[in-house]
Nanobody, 122 residues
């Protein structure tokens, strides 16, 4: 059974930083394409960033390029998202996803965790 557990969310001021983690189990993490998605209040799920199985390829939605960094540790079955220079519009619940299809779009397919809340507020 796929299990994804996110952590690291919190409340920060604009310009602040957070590091999200996702502990994965129940599947071969080393061959999985992984991604982060987010859902703001009253909005649909938005693809944020994807990473290839070995970490050599990383992809970002335009609104987070240069501010967010996705990475992974295949030895520890863990996915990360570093969030820097946070803006109020980054406020959302962030989800870790094991991507099975359409891994660089809002129509991605695959199981996700319960999410971790990120709130950016002054």
């Amino acid at each position: 059974e796929v299990r994804l557990v996110e952590s690291g969310g919190g409340e920060v001021q604009p310009g602040g930083s957070l590091r999200l983690s996702c502990a994965a189990s129940g599947f071969d993490f080393t061959v999985a394409v992984m991604l982060w998605a987010r859902q703001a209040p009253g909005k649909g799920l938005e693809w944020v960033s994807s990473i290839s199985s070995l970490g050599s390829g990383t992809y970002y939605t335009d609104s987070v390029k240069g501010r967010f960094t996705i990475s992974r540790d295949n030895a520890k079955n863990t996915l990360f998202l570093e969030l820097d220079n946070l803006k109020t519009e980054d406020t959302a619940k962030y989800y870790c996803v094991k991507c099975d299809a359409r891994c660089m779009s809002d129509s991605f397919k695959g199981p996700r965790g319960q999410g971790t809340q990120v709130t950016v507020s002054s």
